[in-house]
């Protein structure tokens, strides 16, 4: 009984997998990596009379999620080039999962046109010119103006005093310079505005336009962080026009929004 519980004493805790080395945008949260390793140790410990614990069905989706939102991330942060070709299992080493949950995350990408496959190579970055993103604010300003300057007419004071914290999360993204939490913000406080006219089907299209609008076009350099600043700044202006029920002002702003876009 004493030789049993040194050697419980003696056993060496699961060490993480991934490299200290990892760019922040690149890494995958403890818990995803761990998953594996704390499902042996969950096997371990059930009694003789009592039946294994089930693992949870959602852990490979889960796992698959969050490499999906770190690519995401890392296509927003020019990490991932555009025209440049990478593998899963390159890109599995550097998250520290194996090469399934990303070849599934850059599937989705390729869904939704970030990356397109190479066969026996793995996934290529697209590479996007000033007209797609043209094109892009183009149909978002068809689908957004119109519902946001109803909303203008409609919608109390106070319903949008709430956004007031997602217009500072995104000036304080951009404050820093991080194109990655700045785009999801800048993602979320548009979501949100047009969540307030009740259809979900909308809500939806517009994220995906306005995701796909985000990515950085080839050979171009970064957005510098002076521009996601006068970004942040319109969202700003344009909550306090809104809050002040000034629908000249919040035309004048949600139209010159889109039309810098393009630009």
């Known amino acids: ?34 998953e594996q390793v704390r499902g042996e140790q969950v096997r371990g410990e059930h009694t003789h009379s009592e039946p294994p614990a089930p693992r949870p069905a ?37 998250f520290g999962v194996s090469a399934t949950p990303v070849r599934e995350a850059m599937q989705q990408l390729a869904i939704e046109g970030a990356v397109e496959v190479v066969p026996n190579r793995g996934f290529r ?28 007419r409609t919608v109390p004071p106070a319903r949008w005093c709430a956004l007031r914290p997602l217009a500072e999360a995104a000036v304080a993204a951009a404050a820093v310079g991080d ?18 006219c009740g259809n979900e089907q909308l809500v939806m299209v517009a994220d995906d336009l306005h995701r796909r609008s985000q990515w950085p076009l080839g050979n171009t350099p970064a957005t510098h962080r002076a521009d996601l600043l006068a970004d942040a700044a319109e969202h700003t202006a344009l909550l306090d026009a809104l809050i002040a029920q000034d629908l000249t002002v919040v035309q ?3 139209r010159e929004h889109f039309t810098g876009a393009e630009s």
């Open 1 to 34: 009984m004493e030789q049993g519980r040194a050697r419980e004493q003696a056993r060496p805790p699961y060490a993480s997998v991934a490299s200290a080395t990892t760019p922040a945008s690149l890494r995958v949260p403890e818990q995803a990596r761990g």
């Open 58 to 94: 959602v852990q490979r989706h889960s796992v698959r999620g969050q490499i999906l939102e770190a690519l995401r991330a890392a296509l927003v942060d020019g990490q991932l080039v555009p025209g440049q070709v990478y593998s899963a299992p390159a890109l599995g080493a550097r």
């Open 125 to 152: 970055v697209s590479q996007r010119g000033p007209r797609e993103l043209a094109e892009l604010a183009e149909v978002r300003a068809l689908i957004e103006v119109p519902v946001m300057l109803r909303l203008a």
């Open 179 to 196: 194109r990655a939490s700045y785009a999801e913000s800048d993602r979320a406080f548009h979501s949100a505005v047009l969540a307030l």
């Open 252 to 254: 004048s702003l949600v």
